[in-house]
Nanobody
């Protein structure tokens, strides 16, 4: 299984971005999916996760009013819609997959994507 993330870039505060992550080598419907982010000197942190079917999701408090996670299992893809971006959202964003579980947790990820950089200027 491989995860390919894309959609990062340089934006201004208040702008929006949509990250995508495609899973190959398996059926995404078998994996809980999620997004994490990492900045230099800080530990990787949870951003969002979505259940196998997409019926439920969970977002970090810092983003829950601005970000949305969704998935399209027909495309083996999970998305992170990021609105009203803030400079503190600047990070490398990683998608993650966990086989057979309800949600993804940092300690139990089975597969990581390569990361996509999001830079938000003030």
């Amino acid at each position: 299984v491989q995860l390919q993330a894309c959609g990062g870039g340089l934006v201004q505060a208040g702008d929006s971005l949509r990250l995508s992550c495609e899973l190959s080598g398996g059926a995404s419907s078998k994996y809980a999916m999620g997004w994490f982010r990492e900045t230099p000197g800080k530990e990787r942190e949870f951003v969002a996760t979505i259940t196998l079917s997409g019926s439920n999701s969970l977002l970090a408090d810092s983003v829950k009013d601005r970000f949305t996670i969704s998935r399209d299992n027909t495309k083996n893809t999970v998305y992170l819609q990021m609105n009203n971006l803030k400079p503190e959202d600047t990070a490398v964003y990683y998608c993650a997959a966990e086989w057979g579980n309800t949600v993804v947790t940092l300690s139990s990820v089975d597969y990581w994507g390569q990361g996509t950089l999001v830079t938000v200027s003030s």
